[in-house]
């Protein structure tokens, strides 16, 4: 009794209605207040109980979280045949799982995880998101975005994501919001032909033209390609290769480019498409733990990836 | 016999002539008791190699000299991605010996290449130009063979390169020599079995105030335009000094010195990350 009450059982005090000054508690209502503090812990509701939930095997058909990482910019990579390649770096900076719904909760299919990146200030942040990121034990983050997943690779609210949760050799998916290009005509939103600069054109060279067949329907069908807002909606890329992480600072090395400009949020899971998803590689499931897992190299690379400390390529 | 006991009585006097005179030279002792011995010419033994301790020439007189693509370019990336590319430019570097060299140097490159005999080729030429900024930085060489010109662009830290040797270190008046290409064929003509031209690495590094000869205009460019601002040309050559005077002043844009967003001051930066390499480096 005597050592639970220390701070843990004054939160409780509080609700109860006792002020820290009045320490005249009676004995029922202190026992009270301990049976509730035991029912939450149980129910895992309370956000003060530190002990970890119970991690479960990968089987066919799980799918795991993903992060939130920050692009970065592009560099070029090389292979030990000698081809070049370009790469995007993306790090993961303070990537945290913000809330677990469970699959009832959600939508009846799967369970879904919000898990937050990039801490910011919390001026730029409203109420109600303060409130989860109070919830959760976390600073407040820039975007918070949600994974569904499957029941056995639920994490417990607070734990942190890094890099080293990809290994090089997987594919990944990027979603992000692409360049806002602001109101652009019909040639570069939708790529029409245009019309001729010269010949005869009166004030037509850059217009859509015709916007329909004719009479028949008499009207203009309804997701008609028309001059608009271009840009700053979210875009996926998918298929990209990881050739190298980086477990000290957190950064990954996806082939290609991604939607967005540099230092924008991204998104980042495993694939979806069925021909890149490898089990071979055994990615840590349900996500890496630096405790369990203990000490990877700084810099983990793909097979076929050619290290800069290694001598140069002989071609044979 | 008698030669045996002529060659001890000759090592005799030579041992007590060479006592007298301190032993010089261990080779002279060697030589002529080996000449008195038997009546053959002497092995050559070479002389060792003085080995010369500069004592005044200190790490700090050294050149101080930072590979322009290590300076990351004015824009709004995170600093911590060109810290990150640093990295792996100095563990290449640690790798493959890149030379210090300028727009201008004559330059050796071998590289790996699949369809070549020996599976490797090397190119003798003139720098003209050093682009890209990180690991994509890039060299141009320029060379005429058979009286063709061929220009080869190189990546600094592309495996495939295997030595680049510096055959002449020199500086030019400008920083791009791309009017070469107009200029006479004999001005881009480099010996592809140049030897190497030996250079301190102390000092300035010599500036070659060649002016160059053009061929007749058309260029490919219109070099004469105060925008590139070339002084490695003869001009007097090609234009009258009034056609040159008009198009100075026509193409001139004199509000570009006052234009404060084209100010990029790298000093400072400079400094730091010359610091940080050369940290990295004597690792």
Same mark, same amino acid.
């Given at each position: 009794?005597?050592?639970?009450? $220390? ?172 360049? $806002? ?32 067949? $004719? ?102 | ?283």
């Amino acid at each position: 009794l005597t050592a639970l009450t $220390g701070r843990y059982c004054f939160t409780y005090l509080e609700i109860l209605g006792m002020n820290s000054l009045s320490f005249s508690v009676s004995s029922s209502q202190l026992v009270g207040c301990i049976r509730t503090y035991r029912r939450q812990t149980a129910e895992k509701l309370c956000p003060l109980k530190d002990e970890p939930w119970p991690r479960h095997e990968w089987t066919e058909g799980s799918r795991r979280v993903g992060l939130v990482a920050i692009k970065l910019g592009m560099a070029p990579i090389w292979t030990k045949s000698g081809e070049r390649h370009a790469v995007t770096m993306l790090q993961v900076q303070d990537c945290h799982v913000i809330r677990c719904t469970s699959k009832e909760e959600y939508d009846g299919r799967s369970a879904a995880l919000a898990v937050g990146g990039k801490n910011v200030s919390p001026f730029y942040r409203s109420e109600k998101a303060m409130e989860l990121f109070r919830n959760a034990g976390v600073p407040p983050k820039q975007k918070v975005t949600i994974f569904k997943v499957s029941d056995n690779a639920i994490i417990k609210p607070g734990t942190p994501l890094y890099a080293a949760h990809f290994r090089p050799g997987q594919y990944v998916d990027v979603t992000a919001k692409s360049i $806002g290009k602001g109101f652009q005509g019909v040639m570069k939103r939708w790529g029409f032909k245009g019309q001729p600069a010269s010949h005869g054109q009166t004030k037509t060279h850059r217009r859509p033209g015709a916007s329909g067949p $004719g009479g028949d329907p008499a009207k203009v069908f309804k997701g008609k390609k028309m001059p608009g807002k271009m840009g700053n909606v979210f875009v996926t890329a998918y298929g990209l290769k990881i050739w190298r992480v980086n477990t000290k600072y957190n950064v990954l090395y996806v082939h290609g480019s991604v939607p967005g400009h540099t230092n924008c949020v991204l998104k980042v899971r495993d694939t979806v498409l069925p021909t890149r998803r490898s089990t071979l590689l055994n990615p840590p499931f349900p996500t890496y733990f630096t405790e369990e897992e203990g000490d990877l190299d700084e810099d983990l690379y793909s097979d076929d990836l050619f290290v800069h400390t290694e001598p140069s390529v002989t071609l044979s | 016999m008698a030669a045996c006991t002529r060659g001890l009585k000759n090592l005799l006097t030579s041992i007590k002539f060479c006592r007298t005179l301190q032993f010089q030279d261990e080779r002279f002792l060697c030589t002529s008791a080996l000449r008195f011995a038997n009546n053959e010419p002497p092995k050559f033994v070479p002389p060792s190699k003085p080995v010369i301790i500069n004592k005044t020439q200190t790490t700090a007189s050294t050149r101080r000299f930072l590979s322009p693509e290590f300076i990351p370019p004015r824009g709004r990336t995170d600093p911590f991605k060109y810290f990150m590319e640093r990295r792996d430019m100095v563990r290449r570097r640690k790798a493959l010996n890149i030379p210090e060299f300028y727009v201008g140097s004559i330059l050796a490159v071998t590289m790996a290449d699949a369809n070549a005999s020996g599976k490797t080729n090397r190119f003798v030429g003139i720098c003209i130009q050093r682009g890209g900024r990180g690991l994509g930085a890039t060299f141009v060489l320029r060379n005429i063979l058979n009286g063709q010109g061929v220009e080869i662009c190189y990546e600094l830290y592309s495996p495939r390169i295997q030595t680049i040797e510096v055959l002449k270190l020199e500086k030019r008046l400008d920083s791009n020599l791309m009017y070469l290409r107009d200029a006479l064929p004999e001005y881009s003509t480099v010996d592809p079995e140049m030897k190497p031209v030996p250079f301190s690495p102390t000092g300035e590094v010599p500036v070659n105030k060649l002016k160059v000869k053009m061929c007749p205009k058309p260029w490919s460019k219109h070099w004469e335009r105060p925008q590139f601002a070339i002084q490695g040309i003869r001009f007097d050559l090609c234009m009258t000094p009034k056609q040159m005077e008009f198009v100075q002043k026509k193409y001139a844009k004199p509000w570009e010195e006052y234009d404060m967003l084209k100010e990029y001051d790298t000093s400072k930066l400079e400094e730091q990350i010359f610091a940080e390499v050369q940290q990295e480096m004597n690792k």
